[in-house]
């Protein structure tokens, strides 16, 4: 099934239509994040959501590690990040070697192509300044369909 990535104006997710089912198990969540305060904020938001966070990096490369070694779920993930690589790089990557998805919270998320957003394929797309509910609706989403 082939899809289709553009921004959407309104709104600040965009989800995709597969999703795994887990039904009730607590979701595991890497959180890939460059700027601390941001990284602090999104995790208070995924734990405040029933959620576990199993780790928190700010590079790619770090990211690829803790996504073999720990397995999360899903994958909350930022595009610009500490190092060469970025968050692109990265979830590519992880899905290619993984099968893990990624939710990207971005402020760039008009930067990156459809084309790049298709070969990725991502689980959704959150635009920072995100609402409060936001990213635990695209979690929830992501897992449950």
């Not at 997710?13 to 305060?37: F, H, Q, S």
């Not at 734990?47 to 966070?53: I, L, P, T, Y």
């Not at 893990?100 to 919270?105: A, E, P, Y």
């Amino acid at each position: 099934m082939a899809r289709v990535w553009s921004p959407l104006a309104t709104g600040d997710i965009i989800m995709t239509e597969d999703a795994a089912d887990l039904g009730n198990k607590r979701i595991r969540v890497l959180v890939v994040e460059d700027e601390p305060l941001i990284a602090f904020d999104l995790i208070s938001e995924i734990e405040s959501g029933n959620h576990d966070v199993v780790g928190q990096c700010a590079t790619a490369a770090k990211a690829i590690s803790l996504a073999e070694t720990l397995k999360p779920d899903i994958i909350v993930m930022d595009i610009g990040l500490m190092g060469q690589a970025d968050g692109l790089d990265a979830a590519r990557e992880i899905r290619t070697r993984f099968g893990i998805g990624c939710i990207f919270v971005s402020a760039t998320l008009d930067r990156v192509a459809p084309e790049q957003w298709h070969e990725i394929d991502p689980v959704a797309l959150i635009r920072k300044p995100y609402r409060d509910d936001a990213l635990d609706k695209a979690i929830s989403r992501a897992v449950t369909g």
